[in-house]
């Protein structure tokens, strides 16, 4: 497409949109429009036995719509006068001489004219407001994919490429897009074949800072291969978009500057939406933050202050009133306050656990574990508190040796049993079931208390979560998560099950590991 058109350089690159036979200009549309004059001559000159010389200019007016229409406002012009010519020339007496011997042929030659100039500046009007319209469709369709895809970009490397393939295929040439701030400018996504050099980030820097256009095409660093275009949002620049034009000695007019900072507009707001969006992640992230450490410290507060008290207020008995008190009122103070220094130990040390497990510094230590071993334990431990609770033990026979960590298993196992406790009544009982399914141990703790709803069923696994039976007392909702931590490190999963008619059952699933492999290939 030659300059003569009209058409600047970047509209002629995003549209594509010209008919091969609209406006053609230079020596080829005058001739054109000189052929159709002398075509027209010579259909006239066929009907000049039928028609009066009057009414063949209307043939030469049709030239001259035909001219403006496909072939351009001059040429349609050279086709009037022409056309005006030929008509004095071959049809008016005298003939083949541009003498008139009727002088009411002047008024016909004026009229023939300024016909021919007024209709071909109208269709040359229509022609151009015309392909207006269809170089806005186009700029508009364009816009359209590009904030199309822009919305559905998640990041700012998705964003990017999304922002260059869009570009590229409407302008043809090279786009790049260059984000950060001025001095951390580097390059997020480019055509294929874009080289950084040191002078391109120079010129990016420049036109991020001043926030004007820059390159090719404009007074600012003229002499550069690119356009540049800075990202402005609202309240800052995120980047350049950088455009590499087919002809640089072509400045940008106001058209084109407008359609280059929609292009970029469109980017910079898509930009400052994914900016604004990873704002309300964090402040979410932090509310959520702030919740959890209120929570914890108001579970700490609580499950502080009760062992505490009842420690300190069995000390201090025992300290001010030890002459006065006999010996079973001593032992009972002396076994409440030691009762409360182990229920104290085990929430710092749940406490330390869950510190361990969110920083991921857990060791597991594995050894051959008997799990009959390990579930003995486990109630010796926690025997204090078996009184008037009736505990049954089901085991498969002949279970394998596991490969575990012991201490971590057993803390797992001593959890589950307190969790169970909380919610057995006197004269409750507790149930523990042990099995091999598959290549996994199960390992099940079962009570019968009230039970949990079953859209709780999934969340008691959660940091300091508890539930709202109100039978439950107690605890700080860091058990059963600190469970889940070291079941999974173990590589198996943990789960809760609502039994039939009441009560709760927690599944434990480990692999049997290298040990149990190890005893089956003995048998």
């Keep these: 497409m030659s300059k003569s058109d009209g058409t600047s350089t970047l509209e002629t690159a995003v549209l594509r949109s010209r008919p091969h036979s609209a406006w053609y200009g230079g020596a080829v549309g005058y001739a054109a429009s000189s052929a159709l004059v002398a075509l027209a001559t010579l259909l006239c000159d066929q009907a000049r036995p ?6 063949m200019v209307m043939g030469y007016l049709l030239v ?6 496909f072939l351009g406002r001059r040429p349609a012009l050279l086709s009037a006068l022409l056309g005006v010519l030929a008509f004095d020339f071959f049809f008016v007496p005298p003939r083949l001489s541009f003498q008139i011997a009727d002088k009411e042929y002047l008024v016909t030659f004026l009229a023939l004219f300024t016909v021919g100039l007024v209709i071909s500046s109208l269709v040359a009007k229509a022609r151009e407001s015309l392909d207006a319209l269809r170089v806005r469709e186009r700029q508009t369709a364009s816009l359209y994919r590009l904030s199309r895809d822009l919305a559905a970009a998640t990041d700012t490397a998705s964003l990017a490429k999304a922002a260059v393939a869009n570009l590229e295929d409407s302008l043809g040439g090279q786009v ?5 701030p001025e001095e951390e400018l580097a390059l997020a996504a480019a055509s294929q074949g874009f080289t950084m050099v040191p002078e391109t980030l120079l010129v990016a820097q420049w036109c991020l800072r001043s926030r004007r256009l820059a390159g090719a095409g404009t007074d600012s ?9 800075p990202l402005k949002a609202l309240a800052e620049t995120h980047g350049v978009l950088a455009l590499g034009l087919e002809e640089h000695d072509v400045g940008l007019d106001v058209e084109l500057q407008r359609l280059l900072n929609t292009y970029a507009t469109q980017i910079a707001m898509a930009l400052e939406r994914l900016r604004l969006l990873r704002q309300a992640q964090e402040t979410r992230i932090l509310k959520e933050r702030e919740n959890l450490e209120r929570a914890l410290l108001n579970s700490i ?8 008290t009842a420690i300190t207020g069995a000390l201090s008995a025992v300290l001010e009133e030890g002459d006065k008190l006999n010996t079973a009122s001593r032992d009972e103070l002396l076994q409440t306050a030691r009762e409360e220094a182990a229920r104290l130990n085990r929430f ?5 656990d869950m510190t361990r497990l969110q920083a991921g510094v857990l060791q597991l230590k594995k050894e051959p574990c008997d799990v009959q071993d390990l579930i003995g334990t486990a109630l010796a431990t926690v025997e204090p508190r078996l009184a008037g609770i009736a505990v049954s033990v089901r085991l498969a026979p002949e279970l394998p040796l596991v490969s575990l960590d012991f201490v971590l298993m057993l803390q797992v196992l001593v959890n589950l049993l307190d969790n169970a406790l909380k919610h057995a009544v006197a004269g409750g009982e507790l149930e523990i079931a042990a099995r091999v399914v598959g290549e996994r141990l199960e390992i099940g703790v079962a009570d019968r208390g009230p039970g949990v709803p079953e859209a709780d069923l999934a969340r008691i696994f959660e940091k300091f979560y508890r539930t709202p039976v109100p039978e439950v007392v107690g605890g700080t909702g860091l058990g059963l998560s600190i469970c889940r931590g070291i079941v999974e490190a173990h590589g198996g999963s943990i789960r809760a099950e609502r039994r039939e008619g009441k009560g709760l059952r927690i599944v434990v699933e480990v692999p049997l590991g290298i040990a149990a492999e190890g005893i089956a290939d003995e048998g």
């Design 221 to 229: 660093y003229g002499s550069d291969r690119l356009t540049y275009v």
């Design 50 to 55: 039928y028609l009066s010389p009057v009414n």
């Design 176 to 180: 790049a897009l260059i984000l950060g």
């Design 301 to 308: 507060s609580h499950d502080l202050r009760t062992p505490l």
């Design 64 to 69: 001259v719509v035909l001219a403006a229409l």
């Design 348 to 352: 710092v040390g749940n406490l330390l």
